[in-house]
């Protein structure tokens, strides 16, 4: 067999396609020569993945786990077949490789991997706790990692779960780092989720003192703790989901001006056209949540005649592991806000 970088090796349904697309790729963890065996600890599940399979299971843990058993026995990874969506694991680097040459990477190494579950081989010998609230599952489990896998080794001056939570989602802040310029307005929906915070901390420290970031919350308590936190400059009540309700909350939020970019971190259906309507033409829109359609976004956006700038949300951009990271260090209301909620 050829092996290949990006672990087309492994798929088995349909034949020609990349893992991530895959219906079914091969969990044996007899691995290849250029791949990284893990000893799993634990999965963060994609916020939009979880949250579809806690409401489909009623919040009951057993039929969550079967659910997720029953997602990585028929698929070989863990991606949720509603929302596509998978997440990413820590664990230990157990072997590597011999075609492999990663000088700063050795077997005993506690890892993040920086990509998707949706496209990791991936085997559950026992699921031994769920995290219900941050979207967390304790395992017994491995997992390979291709060539082309990203990585981060677990900081030294932070605890394993508070790097967790930050790099589960480190694609967001670190994009709005490129995207966010002096004096934009930004909102960003979601402000009150992990991503969220993180997004309000790095576009306050790039707006300036004549930008304004604005987070769209669903809970007071959320409210004001990015409000007291100064994690944006005003916060504002509203359901993603009812597009004319976020129309005008958030324009009367922004002196009446529609913005330059809005981010789209929630974790539910149907919130297309809150990201777009308050957003200016020649506006850049920034769906990052994986609950999003394109589908829903571009013809949205077509009939109500909005000439936006429409980006699907990447999870990886340069350094955006170390970007995150650094948000945690810089701000010691942010990072005890993370140890409090998400550890």
């Known amino acids: 067999m050829n092996i290949c970088k990006y672990g087309t090796h492994r798929v088995i349904e349909p034949k020609g396609v ?16 250029n791949e990284i065996l893990i000893d799993v600890q634990s999965l963060n599940i994609d916020s939009a993945s979880f949250t579809q399979i806690r409401t489909a299971a009623k919040d009951n843990q057993d039929e969550i786990k079967a659910k997720i058993l029953e997602i990585v026995n028929s698929r070989g990874k863990m991606q949720n077949p509603v929302t596509g969506s998978g997440g990413m694991l820590i664990g230990t680097i157990a072997k590597i490789g011999d075609k492999l040459s990663i000088p700063d990477l050795k077997v005993g190494d506690k890892i993040a991997t920086l990509v998707s579950l949706s496209l990791t081989p991936l085997k559950i010998n026992s699921i031994n706790a769920i995290h219900m ?7 017994d489990a491995q997992a390979i990692l291709f060539e082309t896998g990203i990585y981060a080794k677990l900081p030294k001056d ?9 790099l589960d989602v480190a694609g967001a802040p670190a994009q709005t ?27 306050m420290k ?21 409000e007291v936190n100064g994690l944006c400059h005003k916060a504002i009540i509203a ?8 129309l005008e909350k958030a324009l009367a939020a922004n002196d009446g001006h529609e913005y330059d970019i809005s981010f789209n971190v929630v974790n539910v259906e149907n919130t297309e056209m809150s990201s777009i ?17 394109f589908t829903k976004a571009a013809l949205g956006a077509e009939g109500v005649g909005k000439d936006v700038t429409m980006i699907v949300g990447n999870g990886y951009t340069k350094d955006h592991a170390e970007i995150t990271l650094a948000q945690l260090r810089e701000n010691p209301k942010l990072r005890e806000i993370f140890e409090n909620k998400y550890i």
Request: glycine share 10%; net charge negative.
């Open 158 to 166: 932070m605890t394993e779960a508070l790097a967790l939570a930050a």
């Open 18 to 33: 990349l893992p991530q697309a895959a219906l079914k790729i091969s969990n044996d963890m007899n691995m290849y020569s």
């Open 206 to 226: 790039r707006v300036g003192p004549t930008g304004n970031v604005v987070a769209l919350c669903v809970l007071e308590e959320d409210k004001e703790k990015l």
């Open 239 to 246: 359901d993603a989901t009812k597009s004319m309700e976020v």
């Open 177 to 203: 780092a490129k995207l966010v310029k002096p004096g934009d307005s930004v909102l960003i929906l979601g402000g009150g989720g992990k991503s969220g915070m993180l997004c309000c901390n790095e576009a």
């Open 133 to 139: 609230e941050i979207d967390r599952v304790d395992v």
């Open 277 to 293: 309507l308050p957003v200016k033409n020649g506006g850049i829109v920034y769906l990052f949540s994986m609950a999003t359609s």
